[in-house]
């Protein structure tokens, strides 16, 4: 069975670090491009990071960088999404997401085979 297992959403303060973490299982992680895509309130899916399959290219959504980092840990077949300095903005659930893909397909949803359930990140104002 294949899985992806969210966890570390929590609340934090402004400013604040977390670091959440996707723990895969049921397939070849290693074979696969990892993304966390996040979801705010009453908005649509928005794309925030990508890691290929090696962990030696990723990329970010613009309001992110600098702030956030998706390292990738093959042998423990574990995605981990770093972020710094939290604002309210960054409020959402954070899924992780499995594909088999070229780096131009990151931002695309339907390119995915595999979803977590998400995991909850509050961010008070």
């Known amino acids: 069975e294949v899985q992806l297992v969210e966890s570390g959403g929590t609340l934090v303060q402004p400013g604040g670090s977390l670091r959440l973490s996707c723990a895969a299982s049921?397939?070849?992680?290693?074979?696969?491009?990892m993304s966390w895509v996040r979801q705010a309130p009453g908005k649509e899916l928005e794309w925030v990071s990508a890691?290929?399959?090696?962990?030696?290219?990723?990329t970010y959504t613009d309001s992110v960088k600098g702030r956030f980092t998706i390292p990738r840990d093959n042998a423990k077949k574990t995605v981990y999404l770093q972020m710094n300095s939290l604002t309210p903005e960054d409020r959402a659930v954070y899924y992780c997401a499995a594909g088999v893909m070229y780096s131009s397909d990151y931002r695309l949803d339907s390119k995915y085979d595999y979803w977590g359930q998400g995991t909850q990140v509050t961010v008070p104002s």
């Open positions: 890691i290929n399959t090696a962990g030696d290219g990723t």
């Open positions: 049921g397939f070849t992680f290693s074979d696969y491009a």
